[in-house]
């Protein structure tokens, strides 16, 4: 079973910077699809940012120009960098693969204040 550990949040003023780490127990990040999630309280958890195995990426609208996700195969990490916060991002923050989800994590908290 593939164990995923997300860090790096913190709370932010808007405007600001924050990057997200997400490890996985398993070599799996060389043919898996990967992808941060979020969920604000209330709502559901949405689909953030996609890498594929290709390196190519996929956005949801809200974040587009200002969060990258990136991957290192021989860490077994992804991440997630946030620039330019708004008080909107503030949700708490998951990785899991883009399709046959493992277990979710712990999740990592991200709070943007004005």
């Known amino acids: 079973q593939v164990q995923l550990v997300e860090s790096g949040g913190a709370s932010v003023q808007a405007g600001g910077s924050l990057r997200l780490s997400c490890v996985a127990s398993g070599s799996i990040f060389s043919f898996d699809a990967m992808t941060w999630y979020r969920q604000a309280p209330g709502k559901q958890r949405d689909l953030v940012a996609t890498i594929f195995s290709t390196g190519g990426t996929i956005y949801a609208d809200s974040v587009k120009g200002r969060f990258t996700i990136s991957r290192d195969g021989a860490k077994n990490t992804i991440y997630l960098q946030m620039n330019s916060l708004k008080p909107e991002d503030t949700a708490t923050y998951y990785c899991?693969?883009?399709?046959?989800?493992?277990?979710w994590g712990q999740g990592t908290q991200v709070t943007v204040f004005t």
């Open positions: 899991n693969r883009f399709t046959n989800l493992w277990s």
